[in-house]
């Protein structure tokens, strides 16, 4: 008889989290209901927002407590169908965390379109990481062609969508990532226009002014500290900040002391906007489509770094908040 496998927290991390901190269970196999479906998990994201939920805190949404299975989006295969909406070989996206299989509410998943993009792209650029560069860039940022837009975290899954757009909105664009290979990657693949490795880069502020001789118009944070801090000096009179990510601090176990940035907000008429991407989620099916042209239009491009195996999910995970990642870091389970 087949067994189910599920990852679970084992203990709330301290610092950067390690293997230990996840134990792999096996359960029985889950028996779908009426409404339910029984899906097969594909491809499982690891994203860094799953660090926030691992604190024992609340904060948008409940926190994953040890002896709970990690949450998290995963595509799957419909192998049972008690839904009227979906059929066993069906491809769906949802939110049933790291399991192999789970017994779902066929309501709460969505039907993949073999037309868009291959499955993994449901995680990627064609899902919730696609859709927070397209929202949380265009809606925050307002850019306008010709301006200069920073992108931090830009080798990453929402950076590096982010950069693009700014391009194709013929915005002059400068990523910032950890890695001379990545900034390779991000101005000869990608087609930004520079871009700095800020782990060789000791003066951020002195960097940033090279590269943007004009001032900085739109700024996307993806990554916070002083790489932030550094931008915002230099941003232009009425320049919009959209605030995506603080990867930064995430693994800290003591918050940095930074600059009081308000004065500056004042004197320079900034907008500085947080948001969450769910603040979009009616908007979902506008936002892939568009990107889905751009892909096929050859506009976009996107880079995916799988590893292989269920059991690899946790490793796959501290990689990525390592920066082992160039795009999206996904799991084939
Ligand atoms: P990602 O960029 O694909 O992967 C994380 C990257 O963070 C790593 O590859 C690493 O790249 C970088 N990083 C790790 N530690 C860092 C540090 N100390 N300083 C600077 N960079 C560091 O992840 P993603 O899914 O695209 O997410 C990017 C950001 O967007 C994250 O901050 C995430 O929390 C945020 N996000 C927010 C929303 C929302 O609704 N607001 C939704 C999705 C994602 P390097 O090699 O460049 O260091």
Redesign the pocket.
């Given at each position: 008889m087949p067994v189910n496998r599920q990852i679970k927290l084992a203990a709330k991390p301290v610092g950067m989290p390690k293997e230990s901190d996840f134990r792999i269970e096996e359960t029985a196999m889950p028996d779908p209901k009426d409404g339910q479906v029984l899906v097969k998990t594909t491809y499982l994201?690891v994203?860094?927002?799953m660090?926030?939920r691992i604190t024992g805190v609340k904060t948008y949404a409940d926190p994953v407590l040890p002896g709970d299975v990690m949450v998290g989006g995963v595509t799957g295969e419909v192998v049972k169908s008690n839904f009227a909406g979906l059929q066993t070989g069906d491809a769906v996206v949802g939110y049933w965390g790291w399991q192999n299989y789970a017994a779902v509410a066929g309501a709460g998943l969505q039907k993949l379109n073999p037309q868009m993009g291959p499955v993994s792209t449901a995680l990627g650029i064609l899902g919730?990481?696609g859709?927070?560069?397209y929202f949380?860039f265009l809606e925050i940022c307002l850019p306008k062609a010709g301006e200069t837009v920073v992108v931090?975290?830009?080798?990453?899954?929402?950076?590096?969508?982010v950069g693009q757009i700014a391009k194709i909105k013929g915005c002059h664009v400068v990523g910032?990532?950890?890695?001379d290979d990545?900034i390779d990657y991000i101005t000869k693949e990608l087609g930004f226009d520079d871009g700095f490795?800020?782990?060789t880069t000791t003066d951020y502020y002195g960097k940033l002014k090279e590269l943007c001789p004009k001032g900085i118009d739109c700024y996307f944070?993806?990554?916070?500290?002083a790489?932030t801090d550094a931008v915002l000096v230099l941003m232009n009179t009425f320049g919009r900040a959209s605030?995506?990510?603080?990867?930064?601090?995430?693994?800290l176990e003591k918050p940095e002391l930074g600059p009081r940035i308000l004065g500056l907000v004042l004197v320079k008429q900034l907008k500085v906007e947080?948001?969450?991407?769910?603040?979009w989620g009616a908007r979902f099916g506008e936002g892939a489509q568009q990107m889905a042209q751009w892909l096929k239009e050859g506009k976009l491009k996107y880079h995916e770094d799988i590893i292989e195996g269920f059991e690899n999910t946790p490793k796959a995970f501290i990689e990525?908040?390592?920066?082992?990642?160039?795009?999206?870091?996904l799991v084939k389970a």
């Open positions: 994201s994203d860094p927002y660090r926030g919730m990481p859709m927070t560069a949380g931090s975290g830009a080798a990453g899954a929402v950076g590096s969508a910032i990532a950890g890695g990545k490795n800020y782990k944070d993806n990554v916070g500290g790489i605030i995506c990510g603080q990867i930064s601090q995430y693994n947080g948001f969450i991407i769910s603040r990525m908040l390592g920066g082992k990642n160039l795009g999206k870091m």
